[in-house]
């Protein structure tokens, strides 16, 4: 009965590849985040979706891309892996709003 | 430009001792400063939100409080449970939904 759920949970992949992590919430939220950890702790929002339209847009790359098939999931697929981008990616949900919620994580290497 | 600030960077306690964390922010227009507590390897786990200053919330050992400018939690009496990072997040009026995080105090509570 988890309420924010990311998968793969640990991904270990080379320079230049090509990947996806996915993130699903069953809080019946409306608002979907994707947040950006890096090696110093340092949470920083990247994307969200409100009832599957993009509201916030940070200065990302756009090798990546947010994708949202419905509420109550949202999807980061990675283009052209590089090192810079090894991470843990959380995602988030809220309804209204209000408090988010963050998922274990998802913990990015590239080499 | 908007700042969120965390001092100290690492504090470590003897059960017991208590101590209060800081969280000074510099934004225009606070619609919520919410704090969260993170364990390795997890992710962000909801605590408080503070709307306004003079407002207080408490939970167990810790308690958030806010003036207009910083935000502190207290940790009373803590125990080894209580470790963890401890990171505090400003939403402002015109970035709704937006958070943006202090870089969080470590805290070690040893027995």
């Known amino acids: 009965d988890t309420a924010v759920s990311q998968t793969p949970k640990y991904l270990v992949t080379q320079m230049g590849n090509d990947k996806s992590i996915k993130c699903e919430q069953n809080?019946?939220?409306?608002?979907m985040y994707w947040y950006k950890q890096d090696s110093k702790k340092f949470l920083k929002i990247m994307f969200s979706y409100n009832n599957k339209e993009l509201i916030i847009n940070e200065t990302v790359p756009n090798r990546f891309s947010p994708k949202s098939p419905d509420k109550a999931h949202l999807n980061l697929h990675i283009n052209s892996l590089e090192l810079g981008d090894s991470a843990v990616y959380f995602c988030?949900?809220?309804?209204?709003?209000?408090?988010?919620?963050f998922g274990p994580g998802t913990r990015l290497l590239v080499l | 430009e908007d700042q969120v600030t965390q001092s100290p960077e690492a504090l470590r306690l003897q059960e017991g001792e208590s101590s209060s964390l800081n969280c000074s922010y510099t934004?225009?227009?606070?619609?919520?400063l919410f704090w969260y507590r993170q364990d390795p390897g997890k992710g962000p786990e909801f605590l408080f939100t503070l709307y306004s200053a003079g407002e207080e919330k408490e939970k167990e050992r810790l308690k958030a409080t806010l003036t207009k400018k910083e935000s502190f939690l207290h940790i009373t009496a803590p125990k080894p449970e209580d470790s963890a990072t401890y990171l505090c997040?400003?939403?402002?009026?015109?970035?709704?939904?937006?958070?943006?995080f202090g870089a969080g105090t470590q805290v070690v509570v040893t027995p």
């Open positions: 997040a400003a939403e402002t009026t015109d970035s709704w939904g937006k958070l943006q």
């Open positions: 809080l019946g939220h409306d608002t």
């Open positions: 934004v225009s227009g606070l619609r919520g």
């Open positions: 988030a949900s809220t309804r209204g709003g209000e408090t988010q919620y």
